[in-house]
């Protein structure tokens, strides 16, 4: 089961054209492509007729044509043309999903049409700030439940054994976390102190020696994530509203965990960051490193689906899953609530 009412990252801007696509969000097959205007639409993606795709046909102005017998559908999924008969049966009308473009995201409610609101799509500060630079990559497909990215990206700590060339050093290893529940999701958080500028930042940091360093793990209902490091000069962390002008580096990573289903997830991901923001080597060597650093957790988060499906003993849980369960268990609140709500309408 999933969180419905709320908004996912159906694609990323560039995917979505004038060319009839199929995209797969929560199990379900949509349709998606532009309006002449350049407005994203996704339907369904199944003629009512003889259950076709209508990713098959194709996009006649801002109307789908279905590929088998002509049936034509506007951007709401009202069916407009049944060829050779002029009633239209309302049968034939299909269900239209909210969508809006974002960050260079198409975003999707997969929930009731009525309840969408796009002020509750994830805020990106300092997205459009000139004084920021920005790095992006291309989503990468996860072959595991999207959960298991979320216990990922509330465990600081990994970074120090599966990062040990990038994100982690020894210093990531045995700092306490601080785990705090929102009304929008958890944060695991911690500063570490005097500690070595960890590999991948070392290009980055405008400053010489050891730093003061935290670690801001955010995760928001249902699977977006806003992680935050700052790296600022030894003896000058731990308050975030008073750290030295222009001698800190801060990174404020964003990542979108779309569920295609059960077992897949398509991850998407973009860095800021308040440094050289004009600088299109030191964006590139983010994305590079960034695309790599996510890999890594790729290869182990199959290895976990994999042996999470065919445990033979029971899994342990540590102190360092404080963070992880508490998500899992409040997002499990939400979700049965909205199937409820749903069930009992």
Avoid at 139 to 152: G, K, R, V, W
Avoid at 172 to 195: A, F, H, K, N, Q
Avoid at 215 to 229: D, G, M, N, T
Wanted: aromatic share 12%; with cysteine.
């Amino acid at each position: 089961m999933y969180l419905r009412n709320t908004w996912y990252v159906a694609a990323s801007d560039e995917e979505v054209t004038r060319e009839p696509r199929q995209i797969m969000v929560l199990g379900e097959k949509i349709v998606v492509y532009r309006t002449l205007a350049g407005d994203p639409i996704a339907l369904i993606d199944a003629c009512p007729h003889r259950k076709l795709p209508l990713s098959k046909g194709r996009v006649k102005g801002d109307q789908i044509e279905c590929g088998y017998h002509g049936l034509t559908f506007d951007c709401s999924g009202s069916c407009v043309r049944v060829p050779g008969q002029d009633r239209i049966p309302p049968a034939t009308n299909i269900h239209a999903y909210p969508v809006e473009s974002r960050y260079g995201l198409v975003w999707i409610w997969m929930g009731d049409p009525a309840l969408a609101d796009t002020d509750k799509i994830f805020e990106i500060k300092h997205y459009d700030d000139p004084n920021w630079g920005i790095n992006r990559g291309d989503a990468i497909p996860f072959p595991c439940n999207y959960l298991y990215i979320t216990d990922n990206l509330l465990d600081p700590s990994h970074v120090a054994w599966v990062h040990q060339s990038s994100f982690g050093n020894a210093a990531c290893e045995e700092e306490p976390l601080t785990v705090t529940g929102t009304d929008t999701g958890v944060i695991v958080s911690r500063w570490m102190y005097d500690v070595e500028v960890a590999p991948f930042y070392k290009k980055l940091v405008p400053f010489e020696g050891n730093c003061d360093r935290e670690q801001h793990y955010e995760v928001r209902y249902p699977s977006l994530a806003y992680i935050k490091a700052i790296f600022t000069p030894a003896g000058t962390g731990g308050d975030v509203n008073n750290l030295p002008e222009g001698q800190y580096f801060q990174m404020d990573s964003y990542n979108f965990m779309t569920p295609i289903d059960e077992k897949t997830t398509r991850y998407f991901w973009f860095q800021i960051r308040n440094v050289l923001p004009d600088d299109e080597e030191i964006s590139q060597y983010m994305s590079d490193s960034v695309n790599f650093a996510f890999n890594e957790d790729r290869d182990i988060l199959i290895e976990v689906q994999k042996g999470m499906e065919k445990k033979t003993t029971r899994n342990v849980d540590l102190a360092i899953d404080a963070g992880p369960l508490l998500y899992r268990r409040r997002l499990q609140k939400l979700i049965n609530a909205e199937q409820a709500a749903t069930e009992t309408a």
